[in-house]
């Protein structure tokens, strides 16, 4: 890849250990975000073709998840812009059992451009990283569907498949669905932390409608309050409790348990004080 890799999310969860790995393999990149100097917003699609200019990869990682009503029209727009910026490979961070992000993984796989999915499901960071960490420091982790099961996935993970499906072009145009490499539920993921920090960690089971009134006096965004309700109301219905295997397809080895995601994140010292929250 003579050309920079386009890698959106600088910030973010996967997309600043996409543009780590490439760095580290000697790989140019272009990382963006809405502060970056040449910026990237989803709700700005004008300024988009700049960022995109000279690249000839992308990395799409979309905010705030591929599930919302603007997705589609937004990849599609994306699509658009990457042909005529003469991008030629395009690998999409998707979710499992979602329709929006279905519709979104056809688009790209029908640009006529090289593709592939990485297809995930619920991050283990989450709890590191984003929207649980308050609850794990405050020893009280308040959230619906906490028995059902869920493959989680370390983000490290996500991030060497995508990075191989990057650089390695035998892996082109596939579908890589990454999961855990074990079923847990909200409640035994709590567990788990409680018994590596050494520190008791409640899981308190709420009504999605208390859980989504919550966010909303947070003064969370409604298309937070939207995804949250599509997925505490729609996806977490069990669709998704089964393990997949993208993670060794892709590398070649297993992927990293959520026991080994909390050991590591410990030794990082993710939940040492409220000052360690990363940011999203």
């Known amino acids: ?11 973010g969860k996967t997309g600043r250990r996409v543009d780590t790995l490439l760095q580290i393999a000697g790989y ?3 990382a963006v975000s809405r502060s970056t100097d040449i910026a990237f917003d989803w709700q700005q699609p004008e300024g988009w073709l700049e960022a995109m200019q000279g690249c000839g990869s992308a990395y799409v990682c979309f905010q705030p998840d591929l599930a919302v009503p603007a997705a589609s029209h937004a990849i599609a727009e994306f699509i658009r812009l990457a ?7 395009i690998v999409l961070l998707s979710g499992r059992g979602e329709a929006g992000a279905q519709h979104a993984e056809r688009l790209v796989m029908a640009s006529g451009l090289e593709w592939n999915i990485v297809r995930a499901s619920w991050f283990a960071q989450n709890f590191s990283e984003g929207i649980l960490i308050d609850g794990v420091l405050n020893g009280q982790v308040v959230l619906p569907a906490g028995d059902i099961p869920e493959p989680f996935v370390d983000t490290d993970d996500i991030a060497a498949v995508a990075f191989a499906c990057l650089t390695q072009p035998a892996l082109v145009n596939q579908v890589f669905e990454v999961t855990g490499p074990q ?9 788990v932390l409680s018994d590596i920090t050494g520190n008791s960690i409640e899981f308190v089971p709420v009504s999605a409608e208390d859980f989504l009134q919550g966010l909303r ?9 939207w995804l949250m309700n599509e997925l505490f109301t729609v996806v977490m219905d069990g669709r998704n409790s089964r393990v997949a295997n993208g993670v060794e397809k892709a590398l ?4 990293t348990s959520f026991r080994d995601y909390a050991l590591k ?6 939940w040492a004080s409220p000052a360690a929250v990363a940011t999203v």
């Open 217 to 225: 006096q947070q003064g969370q965004p409604e298309d937070v309050l």
């Open 1 to 11: 890849m003579s050309m920079p890799t386009l890698v959106i999310g600088k910030n």
């Open 183 to 191: 079923l847990l539920t909200l409640r035994d993921c709590v567990d």
């Open 265 to 270: 994140a410990a030794r990082a010292g993710a």
């Open 83 to 89: 042909r005529q910026a003469g991008i030629r490979h």
């Open 252 to 255: 070649g080895r297993p992927a």
């Open 28 to 30: 140019r990149t272009r």
